[in-house]
Structure formats: C-alpha cells, structure tokens
C-alpha cells in the first residue's frame, strides 16, 4: 500500500536551524504514528492561505492559538496538537462554591492580577480583566515568595472574586487549598502554536494514536524549547468568550491580519525581535480599529439579542460552529435550562437531528442553501413530546453570519 | 415489501448527495442522475415511482426533461425542486404536468409529505 503523504504549509522565509530541528522531529512523529510522509511547502504569495490549503486532502500548518480557534470556526479545519513554550500554563481561579461560570460573570468585581503574569504579551483574557474587572495587583514581594496564600485567603473569604495564577503557583498550594478552588479556565501565558489540519486530515486516527504516544513519551523539551501537548477544547471556551466579551471580531482578526500572527513560526524569536517588536506595534494599531468597527456591529448585534430574549417564540441564535448565543425564554422552557447554562455551549449538546445526519452537517446545508428546516430532538430526553420541527435563517451581519433557529410545530401538539 | 424507487435529478453533487441520504433514512430507494439526459436514461432503465427535478441545469434543463417525461411517462409524479421562485415559471410547471413545487431551501417535512402525498395518488 503507498504510503499517505501530507502537505505541511509554511510561510515563505529562511528557516532558522532550530525551525528546521523542529520540522524533523515532526516529521519522525508522523512516520511512527500514521507511517505517513511529510512534505513541506511554501505558501505562496498570491490566493488567500484558506484557498492554498483547501487544495489538499492531508494538509497541515502551524497557526496562532486565536487561528486555530477561527479556522475551526469557519473553515472546518481540525486541531491536531499543541506545541507548547512553556510547562506551565495560566488559570483562572476562583472559590469552588462561586457563582461565576463565563468570564463575563466576573465584569466589575474585584479580581487579582499578580504582577509578572504575562502581561507583555496580548492576550485576550488578560486584557478582559483589565476592562472590565477591579484589579487588584500582588506586591512584588509576594512574588519574591511566590507563595500566593494571601490572596487564596482573600479569595476564599470572597473579598476577591478571582484570580490569576500560573500553572507552578497552583501547584505549591497544598492539596486542601486546592479543593477549595475551581478553576475557570486555562490558557497559554506564552506565545503557543497549533498543528492544524484540513477538513479531509484523518483527524481521529490520529489523535487517538497521539494521546497514547504522548502517554509514553517523556514531555522533554525539543531542541527549540518547545514541547508537545493535547488539544483540550476547555482552552478555547474562555479565550473566546474573552474576545467576545471585549468586543472583538475573530474573522475580522485573522482575515485582515494574519499576516501579523501566522508568520512567527520559522522565526528565531530572540534573533528577531524587532520584528516582533513591529508586529506587537501593528496588533495595538489594529486593536484600536478593530474594537471601533466592532462598535457598529456590537450593537445591531446586541439588539438583535435583546429582541430574540423577548420573543415569544421558541427561539434560538447561535454561530456557524454551534456556539449559542443567545434563546428566547420559550426555548429555554423547552430544554428546561436556564440562559447561563447554555449561553456558550454547543448547540449540538442540547438537541439533535431527528434524522441521520449530525446538526453540524444539517447546518452546512443551511448555510449551504438546500434545506431550511429539518425534525429535532432534545438529547437528553427521549419521548414524542420531545420531538420538534426546526426552521433556520442565516443571518448575516458584516462578514458573520448568525443562524436564528426557531421551534415550530411540536410533535403532538 | 418493495421500496418506492425515487430519482433524484440535480446538476449538483452536494444536492442529490443529501437528498439520496435523506431518501434511505425514509426507507426509499434513491437512485440518481447529474443531468436531464441521465435522468431519461435512468427512467428508461429502471422502474422508477417518483421523480424529485431541479429546473436550472446545463444542458438539458429541467423544464425539457418535465416535458419528455410527461410525453414518455405520463402518470409518473414529478416534483420540482428549485431555488427558482419567479412565479412564471412556478405555474409552467404545474402547467406542463409537474406534481408539486418545493422551493429551495427545502422544508424537509414538507417535501416528504409531498412524497408521500404524490406516491399514495399515483396508486
């Protein structure tokens, strides 16, 4: 049998010795996994990254965290694994009892910011908390310890509502201290990379084969100082809502400025910081454009949002990739969950296709533009109560599209 | 007991891919055909109950394969499955013998009414 060969894309400039140590190390890991070969290819400078990799069944690349998130989102593209700079990883804490269960919730209380946190770099959780919350900075001399039990203290005695620590501060609080903490979300504290794939990638395989091959391997640094880990979705839930939450748009992000982010792969960081010093310089520029433009359409969004909570109408609106964004009460009746349990959450955990076809497929051909309504089902429930038929209509906002999901007939009523 | 055999006629893949996944999951047995001359074909080879047609095609369109199948097959329903909505065209059809009209994007429990409906009368 041949053997399978994938394209790994790269952006078009000199690889350092250390980017090109990396490269074989991935393409061994490949070998032993899938016996699959690796070919490496240039972008090229003309036709949009998307419209490249989409000619290939078995592509991969490496993209930014927030890249990953987005051509997952729109394109259908998979995550295969993480390379990770850093063994520690940040979090966000709060008391195991509090309230809080998105990021928003904790908009205007106090939270802890330890100095020395990541802060030199843009990070949309980071920068959230800045906006939005009270922030309360650990003095340096708590970091000179780098015990954080004074704020823990606070923590518990909820006169602060969260806070940030890294991976290695969690660990030095003893075992009782940490049952009585929850953590919110984590997500990276350097700058991360993600290995991704087309749509047509054997995505199972191999993250079956990974996981057990991760199991096994020792997490040593590779020659470059970065490692490998897992994709855990849970990383992506609070940088999302983090964007959201500051108003950005992710599309708008990666489309007009990718060329900010997706090029940092092949180049020696330390060798090469003014570059990088010029595209931190060009990411603060686009930050001031892009929450202007989101303005405009956080506010037609917005009412939209507050007209759906209002309906009277079993309805519900949520994005391409099955993020809820927003229900009427009706629906929140019929799924008998209330608005902060399902807000963020996927679509697909709440009903499915009465049919067989996945909600994800059912939704490409909405978007697609063959069908417009189909029979669902509660997923936790069964009984012809619980059966319904469903009406969808794309809504389109800018370059977003939004799909309004509403309830129609109900079996039996 | 015999499935009901329906030919799904539509230039695009993605379409008659769905609609032939849609049919099996309803217990039919779709066959299907990418063009006006390979829908005449199919019907000429194949016993076939129902025609579910698209109007826009290249080549032959299907307001010329309706027109055949009328002359050839008279008593076979045809339902016209379109994202034509100009509402000339939607009473040609039904002028020239269609069946029903589904526009695009489909109502998935209207059509399958509609099939049901159409089958139920042919017999």
């Given at each position: 049998?041949?053997v399978e060969t994938a394209k790994w894309f790269l952006p078009k400039q000199k690889l350092s010795d250390k980017a090109v140590d990396l490269f074989d190390n991935i393409r061994g890991m490949f070998k032993t996994l899938l016996d699959m070969k690796i070919e490496f290819?240039?972008?090229?400078?003309?036709?949009?990254?998307?419209?490249?990799?989409?000619?290939?069944?078995?592509?991969?690349?490496?993209?930014?965290?927030?890249?990953?998130?987005?051509?997952?989102?729109?394109?259908?593209?998979?995550?295969?694994?993480?390379?990770?700079?850093?063994?520690?990883?940040?979090?966000?804490?709060?008391?195991?009892?509090?309230?809080?269960?998105?990021?928003?919730?904790?908009?205007?209380?106090?939270?802890?910011?330890?100095?020395?946190?990541?802060?030199?770099?843009?990070?949309?959780?980071?920068?959230?908390?800045?906006?939005?919350?009270?922030?309360?900075?650990?003095?340096?001399?708590?970091?000179?310890?780098?015990?954080?039990?004074?704020?823990?203290?606070?923590?518990?005695?909820?006169?602060?509502?969260?806070?940030?620590?890294?991976?290695?501060?969690?660990?030095?609080?003893?075992?009782?201290?940490?049952?009585?903490?929850?953590?919110?979300?984590?997500?990276?504290?350097?700058?991360?990379?993600?290995?991704?794939?087309?749509?047509?990638?054997?995505?199972?395989?191999?993250?079956?084969?990974?996981?057990?091959?991760?199991?096994?391997?020792?997490?040593?640094?590779?020659?470059?100082?970065?490692?490998?880990?897992?994709?855990?979705?849970?990383?992506?839930?609070?940088?999302?809502?983090?964007?959201?939450?500051?108003?950005?748009?992710?599309?708008?992000?990666?489309?007009?400025?990718?060329?900010?982010?997706?090029?940092?792969?092949?180049?020696?960081?330390?060798?090469?910081?003014?570059?990088?010093?010029?595209?931190?310089?060009?990411?603060?520029?686009?930050?001031?454009?892009?929450?202007?433009?989101?303005?405009?359409?956080?506010?037609?969004?917005?009412?939209?949002?507050?007209?759906?909570?209002?309906?009277?109408?079993?309805?519900?609106?949520?994005?391409?990739?099955?993020?809820?964004?927003?229900?009427?009460?009706?629906f929140l009746h019929w799924v008998h969950l209330s608005r902060p349990d399902i807000i963020g959450k996927n679509i697909a955990d709440l009903i499915a296709p009465n049919m067989n076809k996945t909600f994800r497929e059912l939704i490409q051909q909405i978007d697609y533009?063959?069908?417009?309504?189909?029979?669902?089902?509660?997923?936790?429930?069964?009984?012809?109560?619980?059966?319904?038929?469903?009406?969808?209509?794309?809504?389109?906002?800018?370059?977003?599209?939004?799909?309004?999901?509403?309830?129609?007939?109900?079996?039996?009523? | 007991?015999?499935?009901?055999?329906?030919?799904?006629?539509?230039?695009?893949?993605?379409?008659?891919?769905?609609?032939?996944?849609?049919?099996?999951?309803?217990?039919?047995?779709?066959?299907?055909?990418?063009?006006?001359?390979?829908?005449?074909?199919?019907?000429?080879?194949?016993?076939?109950?129902?025609?579910?047609?698209?109007?826009?095609?290249?080549?032959?369109?299907?307001?010329?394969?309706?027109?055949?199948?009328?002359?050839?097959?008279?008593?076979?329903?045809?339902?016209?499955?379109?994202?034509?909505?100009?509402?000339?065209?939607?009473?040609?059809?039904?002028?020239?013998?269609?069946?029903?009209?589904?526009?695009?994007?489909?109502?998935?429990?209207?059509?399958?009414?509609?099939i049901t409906v159409n089958l139920h009368r042919k017999e």
């Open positions: 049998m041949p290819e240039y972008f090229k400078d003309n036709g949009s990254v998307q419209e490249q990799v989409a000619g290939h069944k078995n592509s991969v690349m490496f993209v930014s965290v927030y890249e990953a998130i987005y051509l997952n989102a729109f394109y259908d593209f998979m995550p295969l694994f993480r390379l990770k700079s850093s063994a520690h990883e940040g979090l966000l804490t709060i008391p195991k009892d509090s309230p809080v269960k998105h990021i928003g919730d904790l908009a205007g209380q106090t939270i802890v910011i330890p100095k020395g946190i990541d802060l030199a770099c843009i990070n949309p959780i980071i920068m959230y908390l800045v906006k939005n919350c009270k922030v309360n900075s650990m003095p340096k001399s708590f970091l000179i310890y780098s015990r954080p039990e004074f704020h823990i203290d606070q923590l518990l005695k909820s006169e602060v509502a969260a806070i940030l620590l890294n991976s290695f501060d969690y660990g030095m609080l003893t075992e009782s201290e940490q049952k009585k903490l929850k953590i919110l979300g984590r997500f990276p504290i350097e700058s991360d990379f993600t290995a991704i794939a087309g749509p047509d990638f054997a995505i199972g395989k191999f993250r079956q084969k990974f996981d057990g091959w991760l199991k096994i391997q020792k997490q040593e640094c590779l020659k470059d100082g970065f490692m490998y880990a897992p994709i855990e979705r849970s990383d992506d839930l609070l940088l999302i809502e983090a964007i959201e939450g500051l108003g950005y748009n992710l599309k708008d992000f990666i489309e007009q400025y990718s060329d900010l982010i997706i090029k940092t792969i092949t180049n020696n960081q330390a060798e090469d910081f003014k570059i990088l010093h010029e595209k931190y310089n060009g990411l603060q520029v686009f930050n001031e454009k892009l929450v202007n433009m989101y303005k405009e359409v956080r506010e037609s969004r917005d009412r939209l949002y507050k007209e759906i909570d209002s309906t009277t109408d079993n309805t519900i609106l949520f994005l391409k990739d099955g993020t809820i964004l927003g229900t009427s009460r009706g533009g063959l069908i417009k309504s189909f029979g669902v089902k509660l997923v936790k429930e069964n009984g012809a109560d619980n059966l319904a038929k469903m009406d969808f209509t794309i809504i389109e906002l800018q370059d977003s599209k939004i799909i309004l999901g509403i309830i129609g007939k109900k079996a039996g009523k | 007991m015999n499935k009901y055999r329906i030919l799904i006629v539509d230039d695009e893949q993605n379409v008659c891919d769905f609609l032939e996944e849609f049919l099996q999951f309803k217990g039919y047995a779709p066959l299907k055909a990418y063009s006006g001359v390979e829908a005449l074909q199919s019907l000429s080879e194949k016993k076939t109950d129902l025609v579910l047609l698209d109007i826009l095609m290249p080549g032959m369109s299907g307001i010329e394969v309706l027109e055949n199948v009328r002359k050839l097959y008279p008593d076979l329903p045809v339902i016209i499955l379109t994202g034509v909505k100009d509402r000339r065209v939607v009473d040609d059809t039904f002028n020239m013998g269609a069946s029903d009209f589904i526009p695009k994007p489909i109502d998935l429990d209207v059509l399958e009414q509609s």
